[in-house]
């Protein structure tokens, strides 16, 4: 039974460019959660998400930051015109729905980007 | 505002030693706390959780935490430290914005020494 899996587990871009960071959440689990964690800092909440439907995106930013999960394929994060600021651990995690509030969520290995 | 708070950066211990790590909550309503740990490099791995019932819980690796209600804590303790415990701890509240969410601590490096 695999995990929640993200790629890629590397990545680094150039000033301007553009990152995609993708996730595909474990068999079963409809909701996925995206964290950034910047070095030697905590987990931050960036965006909820289920199928079509962004349900939490209160620790997006507010600009060149978006998540979308569509209804087929992995969920993707996308940063549009890296800053160096953005170097940073990014996770994914996945729960099964909210029919109990309690739900444990389950992350991947993460993916980090380095803005050079 | 529901938070969860981790008053220490960093707890060291010698092996073989009980540890504890702290963390306290601030939720509306019943609270569901977990933790987790992150080796280097790694995702975060799930210990273990808190929804209702009996306020010790046993989780992996024979690590335990201890609900309190009236102190609004949710300490992870070990009766006994290995070396290779050391890792970073978070602590984790769900609370609810239109649906649930996992908010995390600051989290607390734990050192075990040999």
């Known amino acids: 039974n695999a995990g929640v899996m993200q790629n890629p587990r590397h990545l680094v871009r150039r000033r301007g460019q553009e990152a995609r960071l993708r996730c595909s959440p474990m068999?079963?689990?409809?909701?996925v959660y995206w964290y950034r964690q910047l070095p030697e800092e905590g987990l931050k909440f960036m965006v909820y998400?289920?199928?079509?439907?962004?349900?939490?995106e209160s620790g997006m930013p507010k600009e060149r930051f978006s998540a979308e999960f569509p209804k087929e394929g992995p969920s993707i994060l996308r940063i549009q015109q890296v800053v160096r600021g953005d170097s940073a651990a990014y996770f994914c995690?996945?729960?099964?729905?909210?029919?109990?509030?309690?739900?444990?969520?389950?992350f991947g290995e993460g993916s980090w980007l380095t803005v050079v | 505002a529901q938070s969860v708070a981790q008053p220490e950066d960093q707890v060291n211990v010698a092996e073989g030693n009980p540890l504890t790590v702290k963390c306290t909550y601030s939720?509306?309503?019943?609270?569901?706390l977990f933790w987790y740990v992150q080796y280097p490099n790694r995702g975060l791995q799930f210990l273990l959780k808190?929804?209702?019932?009996?306020?010790l819980v046993k989780g992996s690796y024979g690590f335990e935490a201890e609900f309190n209600k009236s102190q609004t804590s949710f300490h992870l303790k070990k009766p006994s430290a290995l070396v290779s415990d050391s890792a970073l701890y978070f602590c984790?509240?769900?609370?609810?914005?239109?649906?649930?969410?996992?908010?995390f601590g600051a989290g607390t490096r734990l050192f075990v020494k040999a």
């Open positions: 984790a509240v769900r609370v609810y914005t239109g649906g649930f969410k996992t908010i």
């Open positions: 995690a996945s729960s099964p729905g909210t029919g109990t509030s309690g739900n444990t969520i389950y």
């Open positions: 808190y929804i209702t019932g009996d306020n």
């Open positions: 068999k079963g689990h409809s909701h």
């Open positions: 939720v509306s309503g019943n609270p569901y």
């Open positions: 998400l289920q199928k079509e439907n962004i349900i939490d």
